[in-house]
């Protein structure tokens, strides 16, 4: 059902058996996607482009300028996928043509309220971010990340698939994959075993990680070595996975 108190610019294209709440304003560049819920007093603009099934609680700002300087009114996007949960006061920025013109998230993810993704990041799939966090321009987040509520991610940092970042930690540099972070600023403790267990990983894989893990941050190790050592082992894609989030990193990892 669509209030007759919302707000829908002529050009926005709406699914099937999609709900909008009163008051709210959608802008004529805007794709709805069938079977979401849109409750009232949510600002959705664009050029934005949301999947199916995904529910936009009161207050969020969807797809709106970004609050970089440069930005100078270009016309960039915002891409969401399906089954995401955006919970009551986040805001979602698009893109600048200083990257790819693209902010992006994928599917099956949470949203808690007050969180902000920033201008041209990349968010994975069935990721959590909790109430306040926040990250920058220009993050990449893999999929199965948590991050707690507080947490802020400077700009330009990768979050590596399957990590957890604790509640109110800074990070500052890059995140591996399967890595547990805390403080301010953020350092390694350990790697999320709990979370790869729930998410079905074997246990003969998870203990190769964890052999990995000590490679980089319980031997004394350069990070070099670390990875010339982790690469004599037996391969796996999961492991690959870790050490390739070391290796592709740009601005250094947490140590």
């Not at 698009?94 to 790819?100: K, L, M, P």
Request: charge should be negative; proline fraction near 3%.
């Amino acid at each position: 059902m669509i209030h007759p108190q919302a707000i829908i610019e002529p050009g926005a294209t709406i699914g099937e058996n999609v709900s909008i709440g009163p008051w709210t304003y959608i802008a004529s560049d805007v794709v709805i996607g069938d079977d979401c819920q849109i409750s009232s007093h949510v600002v959705i603009n664009g050029p934005t482009r949301l999947g199916k099934g995904n529910r936009v609680f009161q207050f969020a700002s969807i797809g709106e300028d970004c609050q970089d300087l440069k930005y100078a009114g270009e016309k960039t996007e915002l891409i969401i996928g399906d089954n995401n949960l955006f919970r009551e006061s986040c805001t979602i920025h698009r893109g600048t043509v200083q990257d790819n013109s693209l902010t992006q998230i994928g599917s099956n993810n949470l949203f808690m309220a007050y969180t902000h993704v920033a201008h041209d990041c990349i968010v994975g799939s069935h990721c959590i971010m909790a109430n306040n966090a926040s990250i920058a321009g220009h993050v990449k987040v893999g999929d199965h990340v948590i991050i707690g509520g507080m947490a802020g991610v400077h700009q330009f940092c990768h979050i590596g698939e399957h990590s957890f970042v604790a509640a109110n930690a800074l990070v500052l540099k890059d995140v591996p994959a399967y890595v547990m972070a805390s403080g301010q600023p953020a350092k390694p403790f350990g790697l999320n075993s709990e979370g790869l267990k729930r998410r079905g990983f074997e246990r003969d894989t998870i203990m190769s990680i964890k052999r990995a893990y000590k490679e980089v941050y319980r031997k004394g190790l350069s990070v070099e070595q670390a990875l010339e050592n982790i690469d004599a082992q037996e391969s796996s894609p999961q492991l690959s996975a870790f050490s390739e989030s070391i290796k592709q990193s740009t601005r250094g990892i947490i140590r």
